[in-house]
C-alpha cells in the first residue's frame, strides 16, 4: 500500500542518512523514492547532501511523466524509479544505491545466474545487469526500464559500472534487499578469488598478493611512508604526519613552528600546482597493492570518473630524493584529484571535508575493483566520451551546488 505523503518524505529522508551510515552510498551518489499513489512518487531532490536533508525537500514526481511542481529539482535519475513503479505495482518503497561489492559485480557485465541458497528468500533466483549506459541519460532509464520488464519476477538490479536498483514493497524490505545483495556479491568475489587461485581458504591479503603477482609486482610491502595529511591556510599549509603536527610555509617550505618533515615538499608541490585546499594520503590495502603495480587506473565506475578524473597516473617513488619526487607527483596529479605514489598507496586533493571522505571511498571502491576484476579476467572500462562528459559536468555543477549545504 502507497505511503501518505508526509511519511512518504519522512522515510526518504530516514533512507538518505541511512544509505550515508552503512556505507551503501558516498556523498549523495544514489537516491530514494517512495510511492505515495499508483501516480506519484517522493524522491530525494538533486545534488543535496543526505545529511542535512528536511521533508520539505522532498520532492513529489508522476510515474507517467516524471514531471514535477516547485523550485527544487527531483533526483537525475528519477526516470529509473518512475520506470520500478510502473512495472511493479506491488513495490512502494526504492533505492538506488553505489555499493561497493555489487558495484564491483556489475563491471564484469554479468549476472547472477544462481543466487546463493541463504540469499534467495530476499534475492530470487538470480541478479540480472542492466547494460550501461552514462549516469542520469535517458539512455540509461530505458536499459533499466527494459532489464526490469525482462527480469519482472527480480527485485535487485545492478547496473553496470554504476551501482544497484534495489525495489521493495516496504522501506525495510528496500533495505534488507540492498543489504542482502551486498553480502551475495561480498561471497561472490572471494568465491572467484578461491576459483582462481585453487586457495583453500579465503583470506584479504592473500587476494592482493594474489592479484600482485598476476601483475608481476612483487607482494604487499610490509611497510610504507606515511605521506601525511594538510590544510592550506592563505600562504601557509598544516601538515599532520603520525602524530606531530607542524606549519609550513608555503613560499620557502620551510617550518613555521618545527622542523618540516620531508613530505612537506610533496605537499607544497602539490598546492602551488593545484587549486585546492587540502591533500591526504591514502593508504587502505587495496589502494597500496594498485599503487604497487605501477599502472595508471582507467575509470571502471562513474563515480570514480567525476569524482577523481580521467585517469590517475601512478608516479614513482623515490626514496631519498623528495625534491625529484615531488616534482613528479604534482605533475601527475595535474586536473585530476588523485596520484597513485608507487608501493604507497595514493594521495588525493580537495577542497572540503566532504571532498575528502568522497575522494577516500570512492579511491578504496576504485582500487578493490581493479583487484578483484582482473582477477575476474573481466576488465570493461567506462567509455572514454562519457568520462569526459560526466567529468565535466561535476566540475561545473554537482561539486558547486553540493557545498552550497
Not at 114 to 124: A, I, M, R, T
Not at 135 to 142: E, F, H, V, Y
Request: charged share 25%; with cysteine; hydrophobic share 40%.
Amino acid at each position: 500500500m502507497a505511503y501518505e505523503v508526509e511519511e512518504a518524505k519522512k522515510l526518504v529522508v530516514e533512507a538518505g542518512k541511512k544509505l550515508i551510515e552503512t556505507g551503501l552510498i558516498a556523498r549523495t551518489w544514489g537516491n530514494v523514492s517512495a510511492r505515495i499513489s499508483d501516480t506519484q512518487f517522493a524522491i530525494t531532490p538533486s545534488g543535496r547532501a543526505y545529511e542535512d536533508l528536511t521533508p520539505e525537500e522532498i520532492v513529489i514526481v508522476n510515474i507517467e511523466d516524471c514531471e514535477y511542481d516547485g523550485e527544487i529539482k527531483p533526483s537525475s535519475e528519477k526516470g529509473v524509479h518512475a520506470a520500478a513503479y510502473r512495472h511493479h505495482p506491488e513495490v512502494d518503497f526504492v533505492i538506488h544505491t553505489h555499493q561497493r561489492a555489487a558495484t564491483i559485480v556489475s563491471i564484469t557485465g554479468m549476472q547472477i545466474r544462481n543466487v546463493y541458497n541463504e540469499y534467495k528468500d530476499v534475492l530470487g533466483n538470480r541478479v540480472p545487469t542492466a547494460d550501461y549506459a552514462m549516469s542520469t541519460t535517458n539512455s540509461l532509464r530505458k536499459k533499466v526500464e527494459a532489464c526490469i520488464v525482462e527480469n519482472p519476477d527480480c527485485y535487485a538490479i545492478m547496473l553496470m559500472h554504476h551501482g544497484t536498483l534495489c525495489m521493495g514493497k516496504t522501506y525495510d524490505e528496500a533495505f534488507n534487499i540492498a543489504e542482502t545483495l551486498e553480502k551475495c556479491c561480498e561471497k561472490v568475489l572471494k568465491d572467484n578469488y578461491l576459483r582462481h587461485s585453487w586457495a583453500k581458504s579465503y583470506s584479504d591479503d592473500d587476494k592482493r598478493n594474489y592479484f600482485l603477482k598476476k601483475e608481476d609486482a612483487g607482494e604487499m610491502p610490509e611497510t610504507i611512508c606515511d605521506l601525511g595529511a594538510s590544510v592550506r591556510n592563505g600562504n601557509m599549509f598544516t601538515l599532520t604526519v603520525a602524530d606531530v603536527t607542524v606549519d609550513v610555509d608555503l613560499e620557502t617550505g620551510l617550518g613555521i613552528n618545527g622542523i618540516a618533515p620531508k613530505c612537506a615538499k610533496i605537499h607544497r608541490a602539490i598546492y602551488l600546482a593545484e587549486k585546492c585546499t587540502m591533500i591526504k594520503h591514502i593508504a587502505t590495502p587495496d589502494v597500496i597493492a594498485v599503487s604497487c603495480t605501477g599502472d595508471p587506473m582507467i575509470p571502471m565506475i562513474d563515480d570514480f570518473a567525476q569524482i577523481v578524473g580521467l585517469d590517475v597516473k601512478c608516479s614513482p617513488w623515490i626514496d631519498g630524493d623528495t625534491d625529484d619526487c615531488a616534482k613528479n607527483i604534482a605533475k601527475a596529479i595535474k586536473g585530476r584529484n588523485a596520484v597513485l605514489v608507487q608501493g604507497n598507496g595514493a594521495l588525493v586533493t580537495g577542497n572540503s571535508d566532504g571532498d575528502m571522505q568522497a575522494l577516500e571511498i570512492i579511491m578504496d571502491k576504485g582500487c578493490a575493483a581493479v583487484v578483484d576484476v582482473n582477477i575476474f579476467n573481466r576488465p570493461h572500462y567506462v567509455p572514454k566520451m562519457e568520462c569526459f562528459l560526466m567529468r565535466t559536468v561535476y566540475l561545473a555543477k554537482y561539486s558547486k551546488q553540493i557545498d552550497k549545504k
